[in-house]
């Protein structure tokens, strides 16, 4: 995707140059349009799936990061949701990236699906704001952030959270 309020020929020429041209038609007297629960930022990411072993379907994820979760006791951790591309009679349904809650874990407002990246078939989306509790100290809790991979067509689902994972990289550090 490449896109920017303010256009200017250099970055013209940058967006087709990283991006390579593609051209995309935009049906303005017919749009789809997708909703999800109110309140829950639905649309604040999004980003077309494309199975790699079928070409012939395709469906739109949408990420809504202060959505309600079925996770137990935690509250607008974020969700991201499958809508189905053609719209049919059947709505977006929200992807079980995530059911698991250990209690050295803050996963309320954790903003998961504030991004959400396509690949070849898999899924990455992330939860910029997901705290972890490293030392057995009360009230102690580092904002590591983590993100989930979907693969196998929704079969199979990776943590991937490399800042909690002991990788004491100058990158983790940096932002905090
Ligand atoms: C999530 O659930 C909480 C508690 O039930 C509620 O207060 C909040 O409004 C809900 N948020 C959304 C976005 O539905
Ligand atoms: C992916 O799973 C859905 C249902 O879970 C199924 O309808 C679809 O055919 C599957 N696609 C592939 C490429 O396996």
Avoid at 2 to 29: K, R
Avoid at 78 to 104: E, H, M, N
Wanted: hydrophobic share 35%; with cysteine.
């Amino acid at each position: 995707m490449c896109w920017a309020s303010s256009w200017t020929p250099l970055w013209l020429f940058l967006c087709f140059f990283l991006t390579g041209i593609n051209a995309f038609n935009l049906d303005v007297d017919n749009p789809t349009v997708y909703s999800g629960p109110e309140g829950s930022y639905f649309g604040y990411s999004v980003d077309f799936h494309r199975p790699t072993s079928d070409h012939s379907t395709m469906s739109v994820l949408v990420g809504a990061p202060k959505a309600n979760t079925t996770q137990p006791k935690i509250v607008e951790a974020g969700a991201v949701y499958y809508c189905p591309w053609p719209p049919t009679d059947s709505k977006c349904r929200q992807i079980a990236f995530d059911s698991t809650s250990k209690p050295v874990e803050f996963k309320s407002n954790q903003w998961f699906g504030a991004t959400v990246r396509t690949h070849k078939g898999k899924v990455v989306a992330c939860a910029p704001l997901y705290h972890w509790s490293a030392l057995k100290m009360p009230g102690e809790k580092d904002p590591v952030g983590t993100c989930y991979i979907a693969i196998q067509n929704f079969s199979a689902y990776v943590e991937y959270s490399p800042c909690r994972s002991g990788l004491k990289t100058s990158i983790c550090y940096s932002v905090y």
